[in-house]
């Protein structure tokens, strides 16, 4: 499956933003989808997770209770809502697809610029 993600941008602190990851190719819904991010200088990290039924979802203790992971299997479409967000969030937001037990297709970043 390949993976488009957009969305992001300059949002003050405690704004909000709705990232979007289109998916291309068959099977979109067999993939467990997930969200993770790089801030300059560091490593990768993951953000929130979904399964291929959207029942069940998964958040990195920094984002929980702020972020929301949901989906659309007939758009093909995973999206990251992001409420009161923090100059810490400044980060490249990639989206990724997972069919087994490691993350095995990406999609290229898109810039979420939180200013104080």
């Known amino acids: 499956v390949q993976l488009q993600a957009s969305g992001g941008g300059l949002v003050q602190a405690g704004g909000s933003l709705r990232l979007t990851c289109a998916g291309a190719?068959?099977?979109?819904?067999?993939?467990?989808m997930g969200w993770f991010r790089q801030a300059p200088g560091k490593e990768r990290e993951f953000v929130a997770s979904?399964?291929?039924?959207?029942?069940?979802?998964v958040y990195a203790d920094s984002v929980k209770d702020r972020f929301s992971i949901s989906r659309d299997n007939a758009k093909k479409t995973v999206y990251l809502r992001m409420n009161d967000l923090e100059p810490e969030d400044t980060a490249a937001y990639y989206c990724a697809a997972k069919s087994g037990p490691s993350w095995s297709n990406w999609g290229q970043g898109t810039l979420v610029t939180v200013s104080s």
């Open positions: 190719g068959r099977a979109f819904a067999d993939y467990t």
């Open positions: 979904i399964s291929w039924t959207g029942i069940n979802t």
